[in-house]
């Protein structure tokens, strides 16, 4: 779903061989293309890349045009697709991006763009049309121009944090990694817990009924409650629905949700807090196998995450660069 940090972890990998890199980045898009500004492709002067920036149409010409430019040591941008100088390179699409060729990029830039990112912090680059590259505080803005620089705004990734026991949860704990995202799993299962923790995924025993408190829950979080046993969810419901989450939802049917909902107003549980609980969850209504609930699911909430990327556009920040 996100593949910034890899890419980093790339060009500094590449960095660390001696090896002369360029970053590239989308700065605009004409009509229609598959990729956003802000998007980058990673090129080691012996060619190879990591990313995409069209979806497989001009990376390879992208990637010589990359090798030319670390040659100069001077940054460019340049046009693909519709009104490109590049008559017999085209996008399928029929439209046009516009690159930004950096070349040489800092590593102590790259390296602690990394560590934030690591940490679920937000990061903002800030390319400059001739060469420069820093990392700024983020505003919290999309990726666009603001005069001569070009702000590229990287959110964290989707964390997806399953509650539960049973088939459900082993499903989408099979299904999530493929996203990319930050798995987590709390449950008092102690063989899906197991699952969890061989894949490398934050795992918490459930041993009561309440959150752990070293549970991290951000605006890139969303919350799955995979209990049968729906007495187990109320009291968790009630501790995470004042968190920042940016998708929270039960399984069961609409009757349970009902009932859930009212258990949850008898403690007090404010309605602005309760219209925060989605409820059945899924994209596909009533739907009993595992898997497919769990497909149902991760679509779901892959949509609420990118329905919240901030919009891309011409920026009036003021950006603030960080030592």
């Known amino acids: 779903m996100n593949a910034f940090s890899d890419l980093l972890q790339f060009l500094l ?22 990729r956003a500004p802000g998007t980058h492709m990673g090129v080691t002067e012996r060619g190879a890349y990591f990313g995409s920036v069209s979806g497989g149409c001009v990376e390879a010409a992208v990637a010589t045009e990359a090798v030319r ?24 699409c029929g439209g046009g991006i516009d690159l930004l060729f950096t070349p040489m990029p800092a590593s102590e830039v790259l390296a602690e763009a990394l560590r934030q990112h690591e940490a679920r912090r937000p990061v ?26 070009f702000y590229a705004f990287h959110r964290p990734r989707l964390k997806l944090c399953v509650f539960g026991r049973g088939a459900e949860g082993r499903s989408l704990l099979e299904l999530a990694p493929g996203l990319g995202v930050d798995l987590c799993v ?26 752990p408190a070293r549970l991290s829950i951000d605006r890139n979080t969303a919350i799955v409650m995979l209990f049968h046993d729906h007495g187990w969810e109320l009291d968790i419901l009630q501790q995470l ?45 009533s739907t009993r196998d595992p898997r497919t609930l769990a497909l149902s699911v991760l679509a779901q909430v892959v949509e609420r995450y990118n329905a919240a990327e901030p919009s891309n556009s011409a920026r009036a920040c003021q950006a603030r660069a960080i030592a």
Do not use: C, Y
């Open 69 to 92: 430019i670390m040659k100069t040591g001077r940054a460019e941008e340049i046009r693909f697709g519709r009104g490109s100088p590049f008559l017999d390179i085209r996008l399928p």
């Open 186 to 211: 709390v449950s008092p299962e102690e063989e899906l817990i197991a699952a969890a923790q061989a894949m490398g995924a934050e795992a918490h025993h459930l041993a009561s009924r309440e959150a």
């Open 124 to 149: 903002l680059l800030a390319l400059g049309r001739h060469g420069s590259l820093d990392l700024m505080d983020s505003d919290g803005g999309g990726s666009g121009w603001n005069h001569d620089v």
């Open 13 to 34: 990998a590449a960095a660390d061989r001696g090896e002369r890199t360029a970053l590239v980045t989308i700065t605009d898009v004409i009509g229609s293309s598959p």
């Open 241 to 285: 629905l004042p968190q920042p989450a940016l998708f929270i939802g039960a399984m069961g049917s609409r009757r349970t949700h009902e009932d859930r909902l009212e258990e949850l107003r008898k403690r007090g549980v404010k309605e602005a807090m309760l219209a925060k609980l989605v409820g059945p969850i899924g994209l596909i209504p």
